[in-house]
């Protein structure tokens, strides 16, 4: 549904879809996005919060309520699914304890979720492993848009090391550098996955 489609509806009443169904697929993606076309004068876009399938097929898409984030609605958003031993990842807003206990002990799924600045206790933890004597490494270059990219990646088994996080098996460290093709500055990036 285009933009100027948008306008002239209710705007609520176009975004929960139920497309596709969750079983089977091995990854479910979830992520949320503001609507484009959605803002209509003091009224604010829509936002929503989609599951996907590994193959980009949409799951389920619902509404997020104005003054509240997504972190209230993942639930709602993938209960009806039968999601056993489907791996769900999800940005570093999703990295929450109780949608870990949520994904694991109601729909027996898996997850893969980005540690960031909103869990500080958790980064500080997942820094002080001992990363560089891993040899367990994954190299990979790559050129386009006008920067190289090259990337680092190690897993770590933390079972049994006191992370203070729920259900954590693994985690792997991702050291990323891009270099600006046109003016050689180097952008060196580190994110921490923890599953």
């Known amino acids: ?27 479910v993606a979830v992520d949320g996005k503001c609507a484009r076309g959605s803002r209509h004068g003091a009224v604010p876009a829509v936002h929503l919060l989609a599951a ?4 980009g097929r949409t799951v389920s898409q619902l509404p997020v309520p104005d003054k509240t984030n997504e972190i209230t609605c993942s639930a709602a958003l993938l209960a009806p699914f039968d999601l056993r031993d ?3 990842t999800a940005d570093a807003l999703h990295t929450q304890t109780a949608h870990v206990r949520f994904l694991i002990e109601q729909k ?10 909103n869990q500080p206790g958790l980064v500080a933890a997942l820094r002080s492993p001992p990363w560089k004597e891993m040899t367990a490494r994954r190299h990979d270059r790559g050129a386009g848009h006008g920067r190289r990219e090259m990337r680092a990646t190690r897993v770590l088994t933390v079972t049994g090391t006191g992370l203070d996080f729920p259900y954590v098996v693994q985690a792997a460290r991702i050291l990323r550098y891009r270099v600006d093709t046109a003016s050689g500055t180097l952008h060196p990036r580190d994110r921490l996955r923890d599953h």
């Open 1 to 27: 549904m285009g933009r100027r489609q948008l306008r002239g509806r209710n705007r609520r009443a176009v975004v929960a879809l139920h497309l596709a169904e969750a079983g089977g697929a091995d990854t």
């Open 52 to 55: 996907m399938t590994g193959e």
């Open 108 to 117: 027996q799924a898996h997850f893969l979720f980005l540690v960031k600045a």
């Open 86 to 88: 489907v791996v769900v």
